[in-house]
Nanobody
């Protein structure tokens, strides 16, 4: 019923910036929460950024101060601005939403940060 698609991944040098976007379609509404996860080779999938109750961002300690999550409710889209990228940020990044108790995931977008 719901489709999520990530765009904006790619290769970037350490210290550079990259912006990811996720647009949703189907049975999803602007009131549904959307957030970002990532998974690096040999590691578990982890939550990277989500919204708090007051609308501000909640971030993993490893990315706090460098990443920013933004939401466009009119387009039912969420964005992840990534600055000061490090090689440890290399991973597949996933857009996620929980709707009616079910988890929905985008296909993932590869981000590679070279040293």
């Amino acid at each position: 019923q719901v489709q999520l698609v990530e765009l904006g991944g790619g290769l970037v040098q350490a210290g550079g910036s990259l912006r990811l976007s996720c647009e949703a379609s189907g049975r999803i509404f602007s009131t549904n929460a959307m957030d970002w996860y990532r998974q690096a080779p040999g590691k578990q999938r982890e939550l990277v950024a989500a919204f708090t109750s007051d609308g501000s961002g909640n971030y993993a300690a490893s990315v706090k101060g460098r990443f920013t999550i933004l939401r466009d409710r009119a387009r039912i889209a969420v964005y992840l601005q990534m600055n000061s990228l490090k090689p440890e940020d290399t991973a597949v990044y996933y857009c996620h939403s929980n709707i009616g108790g079910r988890d929905y995931w985008g296909p993932g977008s590869h981000v590679t940060v070279s040293s």
